[in-house]
């Protein structure tokens, strides 16, 4: 057993509270990324065909009307109390 044997760990908002009394959520904001997902997971565009680009905007954009559906990040704000 190494080192790291627990440190892959995740906190979910029912108890950050708990975890992290100093600190209080502010915002959570579901997102999508869609053209990240497509190219290969690498968030360089250039892996994507310079074409398709525009499709795969569209289409996230089209997905973003359903924000809570297919969101794979999020955007969490975060102060200290």
Known sequence: MGPFLGSFSYVT???FEREFP?????LIRPCLSFRYLVSG???LR???PEL???VWQTLENFLDRWPRTWPM?????????
Not at 22 to 26: A, K, Y
Request: glycine residues 0%; without cysteine; proline residues 4%.
């Open 22 to 26: 100093f600190l209080q959520i502010r």
């Open 41 to 43: 997971s690498v968030s």
């Open 46 to 48: 250039t892996l994507m």
């Open 73 to 81: 990040f999020a955007f969490i704000n975060i102060e200290r109390t």
């Open 52 to 54: 398709t680009y525009p």
């Open 13 to 15: 908002a029912n108890n």
